[in-house]
């Protein structure tokens, strides 16, 4: 539900996973329980499903259709609900979009198809985003990727998708502060209204101190309350309490998403939720893989440091 306030969409939002079965079928019982138990923090204002995180490439459809049902269903009376929206063709990414909107989800965000990596040019990315705004009147937010991916818009791309008239916001992933420094004063320039939201989980500091309207991250799936009140402190001027958040979280996100490979970042979040009791399968789908148990091992001593796990867990 979009809030009859002004700037609804800024806040922290929860990058949401997706739970499985043992026979590989989405557990929609542990899925919305996902959803009520990580909106059940103070301060976290909604969810972006079909994200990344939520393994969006690898379900079909009707999955995704069904996760954003899920979520309205769970918490959309009372939270915001972003769908995530990875197509690689532009007429496969309207009926998506359009799935989303039919399913009641406030906010759609479209990610790059991955195929961009190979080849982009700024007619192919205005189109993309153009043809799905034109199709569903849901509010849209972009993405824009890390610098390092191949998949970043160019400054010139990136003002022509915040000037489309559905655009709301942008989750900010660009993984340099610099770059993230840049495209928020670009965007500020051309767009005012849309909203910043930073989603480099391992520069939340840096990127909070720079400015955003908040924030849209896997990361808060286990610690939503600490990035709250990270968020909180770098808006109320407390420096001293920010940094001391950071120290707790800086450690278990770099553990999480900055270790090689970092293509297992998906598969160390739902071993977390294993390892902290919130589930009981926490298998990726192929072909992500479950992880080694050196690596779970180094997961229970990361979150054991960072006081979410007792230390002799």
């Not at 690689?88 to 989800?105: Q, S, Y």
């Amino acid at each position: 539900m979009i809030p009859a306030i002004d700037h609804p969409f800024r806040g922290i939002y929860v990058a949401t996973l997706t739970p499985f079965r043992d026979d590989g079928t989405i557990d929609e019982d542990a899925l919305a329980d996902h959803f009520r138990s990580v909106t059940a923090e103070p301060g976290i204002v909604g969810v972006l499903c079909n994200g990344h995180a939520g393994e969006n490439i690898l379900l079909t459809r009707e999955e995704r259709r069904r996760v954003t049902e899920i979520a309205v269903e769970t918490i959309g009376r009372t939270h915001i609900v972003i769908c995530g929206i990875l197509c690689e063709a532009t007429a496969e990414a309207v009926c998506h979009a359009e799935d989303a909107a039919n399913a009641g989800a406030d906010s759609i965000l479209v990610f790059p198809p991955f195929s961009w990596a190979l080849s982009q040019d700024a007619e192919m990315a205005v189109t993309h985003h153009r043809t799905i705004a034109e199709a569903v009147d849901t509010p849209m937010m972009l993405y824009q990727a890390g610098v390092a991916s191949a998949l970043a818009y160019r400054p010139d791309v990136l003002s022509r998708l915040v000037q489309l008239p559905t655009v709301v916001g942008i989750k900010e992933g660009s993984w340099e502060s610099n770059a993230y420094d840049r495209n928020r004063r670009l965007v500020k320039n051309t767009a005012p209204h849309v909203e910043i939201m930073a989603s480099g989980d391992e520069h939340l500091l840096s990127c909070f101190a720079i400015g955003s309207e908040g924030s849209l991250v896997s990361l808060a799936v286990i610690m939503p309350g600490e990035i709250v009140a990270l968020d909180r402190a770098v808006q109320g001027g407390d420096l001293e309490r920010a940094r001391a958040l950071s120290e707790r979280i800086q450690p278990l996100a770099n553990a999480i998403y900055g270790t090689h490979p970092v293509g297992w970042a998906t598969a160390r979040l739902k071993a977390c939720m294993v390892l902290l009791g919130h589930w009981r399968n926490g298998s990726p789908r192929a072909p992500i893989t479950d992880l080694p148990s050196s690596e779970i091992l180094r997961l229970r001593h990361a979150l054991a440091n960072a006081g979410l796990l007792g230390s002799d867990a």
